[in-house]
């Protein structure tokens, strides 16, 4: 290899021209974890240990997603009424984005482009590039000094030098977003957290997801921001993962902390309703991002994604995702009968 070439004859990576605005030294790592990525796969088909845990089982057994291209008409006119909507139905979110998850059709959307913290969502990131790694789900891992949140200052019931699978660490951080879970298992990547982190930004750029950057693998940063419509994509890609899709709508589970058992519930509570059927969550909240939540769900029995960001009020993003199943489902019983 001459200097500033491959053994192919292609050049080195000289500039930012394949990730702008990031610094080269992490554009390197990020074309190191995207070899990584080539050599182990996406895990969309990985599976839970046989480990026996107290968890509440899933009210909906998953449902596959077919996929379909929407008429490009249809699109339009949904795109063009659902300001209009969004404004009538009072939506607390300062960004909402609702979509037909199989043809891609936009059902209601406010301020879709807007690029914002997304605090917890990013737990889904840092599952899939956990998971794409094809690491053992067995494996001990222990919280360490590094795991603690000396941005924020949150607190957590996983002491320093508590010990938990990897798989235990993934179902706290999808299920109760436990932070101390989440910065363990990108210690424990190969390369440790700088090689994870240029991962996360390594698989958003090969999504597609324009407007987003990662910082960190909890979120507590509000350097980890998003759109609306780069977070649908988001979504759409983690629901492919079982685990994830698992440990994001489990209830509640028990789990082992020194030598004691502890309950730990799920941070959106619409996953114990009756009334909804979901097949992802994840929640967020940072001061700077406000109350986020994203989800796939089951409306009129077509497979949705929703995303909201930027609520404000205790409730106020729980309000929003009932105010919107509502007025799908309205529209559907309106809408005059074919033929």
């Known amino acids: 290899m001459s200097n500033g070439t491959l053994p192919n004859g292609d050049p080195l990576l000289e500039s930012n021209d394949w990730f702008p605005g990031i610094p080269m030294k992490n554009a390197l790592l990020m074309l190191l974890a995207a070899t990584v990525l080539a050599v182990t796969g996406t895990p969309a088909d990985a599976q839970a240990s046989t480990k026996k845990k107290v968890v509440v089982a899933k009210k909906h057994p998953a449902r596959a997603v077919s996929k379909a291209k929407a008429p490009r008409k249809a699109k339009a006119m949904q795109r063009g009424a659902s300001m209009d909507d969004a404004h009538r139905l009072a939506l607390q979110s300062s960004a909402v984005l609702v979509q037909d998850q199989t043809t891609g059709a936009i059902l209601l959307e406010k301020n879709p482009n807007a690029v914002l913290p997304i605090a917890s969502i990013t737990k889904l990131m840092t599952a899939m590039v956990a998971l794409d790694a094809r690491p053992d789900l067995n494996e001990m891992l222990a919280i360490g000094d590094d795991d603690v949140d000396n941005l924020k200052g949150t607190r957590s019931r996983l002491k320093v030098g508590t010990h938990l699978s990897r798989e235990e660490m993934l179902r706290l951080a999808l299920m ?20 994870f982190v240029a991962a996360m930004n390594q698989k958003a750029y090969s999504l597609g997801l324009v407007d987003t950057r990662f910082a960190d693998p909890t979120g507590l940063t509000a350097a980890n921001v998003s759109s609306p419509r780069d977070l649908a994509k988001m979504v759409d890609a983690a629901h492919r993962y079982p685990l994830i899709r698992e440990f994001s709508t489990t209830s509640e589970g028990e789990f082992s902390i020194a030598g004691r058992a502890q309950q730990f519930r799920n941070t959106n509570t619409l996953v114990t309703s009756p009334t909804w059927e979901i097949g992802l969550s994840k929640t967020g909240y940072i001061s700077e991002a406000g109350k986020c939540l994203v989800m796939q769900v089951w409306l009129n029995n077509k497979p949705t994604i929703i995303v909201l960001l930027d609520s404000w009020g205790k409730m106020t993003r729980i309000g929003d995702a009932n105010r919107i199943k509502r007025w799908v489902e309205s529209a559907a019983l309106s809408r005059p009968a074919a033929g």
């Open 176 to 195: 109760s977003s436990e932070n101390r879970a989440a910065s363990a298992l990108s210690r424990h990547y190969p390369g440790g957290r700088e090689a």
